[in-house]
């Protein structure tokens, strides 16, 4: 059955560097998207990207952030400079049709990042 | 924009029923369920598009009101497998596309 897959499945960082989050989308899927879980609370969207660009993207998504889709395979989440608060499960999903659309979205199973 | 989910946990007993509510002050697109267990992904369990909608597959169902602002996920006859947190998701009308937010989350534990 097809996935979506992610690396690295934990990732530890001090504070200020950058982190590269890593996905690979299932192969026929057309929209992606990054969400976060900060531990014990809520899923949070982050960004939604079809077409080669940003769909649409939350509160949180920052200019800290930035997101790519370099080979046609990858999607990635870069996140600048990162703080202590950027600790949180990072959730790649990807999905055939849009929100709007009767497809469902498949969620990877997540990268750990620790900042320190 | 993120919707309202109600209640915040629920402790069941094998085979007892359950009603998770999620509401929006604004009409919504649709409304995305998700069960996640702990420290495992979100899974999809359905999406609801229509208003009056009701869907089902086996003993989870849920339903999307005419107003498009409230739907409930409705698991009968509860297994210990239903045991993870619940998340509504929603696209808001009218403009946001591909933004689906969450509620915070319905704990749900089922208790042989």
């Known amino acids: 059955e097809p996935e979506v897959t992610q690396t690295p499945s934990h990732q530890v960082t001090q504070m200020g560097q950058e982190v590269i989050l890593r996905c690979v989308p299932i192969s026929n899927h057309l929209y992606f998207y990054w969400y976060r879980q900060i531990l014990g609370q809520k899923v949070e969207f982050l960004v939604s990207f079809y077409n080669n660009e940003i769909s649409e993207k939350s509160e949180i998504f920052d200019d800290q952030f930035s997101v790519e889709r370099p080979d046609g395979s990858n999607f990635t989440l870069k996140i600048r400079s990162t703080k202590l608060e950027d600790s949180a499960m990072y959730f790649c999903?990807?999905?055939?049709?849009?929100?709007?659309?009767?497809?469902?979205?498949?969620f990877g199973q997540g990268t750990r990042l620790t900042v320190v | 924009q993120q919707p309202v989910q109600s209640p915040q946990a629920v402790i069941l007993r094998e085979g007892e029923d359950a009603v998770i509510n999620c509401s929006s002050s604004k009409a919504l697109y649709s409304v995305h369920w998700y069960r996640q267990k702990h420290g495992e992904a979100p899974v999809f369990l359905m999406i609801?598009?229509?208003?009056?909608e009701q869907k089902g597959h086996e003993k989870i169902s849920a339903s999307f009101n005419e107003k498009k602002q409230q739907s409930s996920l409705y698991l009968t006859a509860s297994q210990l497998s239903y045991s993870g947190t619940y998340f509504c998701?929603?696209?808001?009308?009218?403009?946001?596309?591909?933004?689906?937010?969450f509620g915070a989350g319905t704990r749900l534990t089922v208790k042989p």
């Open positions: 609801l598009l229509k208003g009056g």
């Open positions: 998701g929603t696209d808001l009308i009218p403009n946001n596309n591909n933004d689906m937010r």
């Open positions: 999903a990807s999905s055939e049709g849009g929100t709007r659309m009767n497809t469902e979205a498949f």
